[in-house]
């Protein structure tokens, strides 16, 4: 039971951020909603998505240029491993203002499915401070085999969640390649890495949405793979 519920806990410390580019949008676009129905990318481009010019590889850009903050939900399937054991799960994520410690925040909610181990659901609460730039901790209640528990997660056990935060920090460049998740087909999907705090992160754009359609990251602790599944 230990194993198990400690490898969720470190696949989910890679994955945890991806949801946190901002609060401030409220009302996402019309073309943001037909690319979260599956419809493939057109290469036209909105505002903060990725453009269909090509930049030089190797360039660099802020990460807040490619990816916008037009969405309040986004869903992903997930797969990792920790200590060579493979765990899938579906996360749905999502954003609100809110509190923590009496101080004004930025509130993520991640909901988690799955099917390895007997079944596992979640519910992680995290929180970043308002200019999003200090995840603040948290909590997670998880039920495995029908066991539920509850846990505080103190900042510094977030330094892989802190890495995988697509709103902030330097971005490189890395190519233009098509890529396919079960929101859709994106043939000119562009690729962008960045390392942070000893985690390897790789983020995939697409031209009309607001969120990486793709992600993976990997460290000495696991690696995990996102695929876009929808948002809103």
């Known amino acids: 039971m230990k194993f198990t519920y400690m490898s969720i806990v470190a696949v989910m410390f890679v994955v945890i951020a991806v949801a946190v580019a901002g609060c401030t949008s409220t009302s996402p676009s019309t073309?943001?909603?037909?690319q979260a129905s599956g419809a493939p990318s057109s290469g036209t481009t909105s505002s903060g998505a990725a453009s269909s010019s090509t930049p030089q590889v190797g360039s660099t850009a802020a990460a807040s240029s490619i990816f916008s903050t037009s969405y309040n939900w986004m869903e992903y399937q997930t797969s990792g491993t920790y200590n060579g054991k493979q765990e899938t799960m579906d996360m749905k994520y999502q954003r609100s203002t809110g509190t923590y410690q009496g101080s004004p925040a930025v509130h993520v909610?991640?909901?988690?499915?799955?099917s390895s181990n007997?079944?596992?659901?979640g519910v992680i609460d995290y929180y970043w401070d308002t200019a999003m730039d200090k995840l603040l901790g948290g909590t997670m209640t998880m039920t495995v085999n029908g066991r539920?528990?509850?846990?505080?997660?103190?900042?510094?056990?977030?330094?892989?969640?802190?890495?995988?935060n697509f709103h902030t920090g330097t971005l490189t460049?890395?190519?233009?390649?098509?890529?396919?998740?079960?929101?859709?087909?994106?043939?000119?999907?562009?690729?962008?890495?960045?390392t942070t705090n000893g985690v390897d992160v790789t983020f995939w754009s697409a031209p009309g949405?607001?969120?990486?359609?793709?992600?993976?990251?990997?460290?000495?602790?696991?690696?995990?793979?996102?695929?876009?599944?929808?948002?809103?």
Do not use: D
Request: glycine letters at 10%; proline letters at 8%; a negative charge.
């Open 31 to 34: 073309s943001n909603a037909a």
């Open 109 to 114: 909610e991640v909901t988690m499915t799955s």
């Open 118 to 121: 007997g079944g596992i659901n």
């Open 148 to 164: 539920t528990m509850t846990i505080s997660i103190p900042a510094e056990e977030l330094t892989q969640a802190q890495a995988t």
């Open 173 to 194: 460049f890395a190519g233009v390649e098509p890529v396919t998740v079960p929101a859709g087909t994106y043939p000119i999907a562009s690729k962008y890495t960045e």
């Open 209 to 232: 949405v607001p969120v990486p359609v793709k992600m993976a990251s990997s460290s000495s602790s696991g690696s995990s793979t996102s695929e876009l599944v929808g948002y809103g």
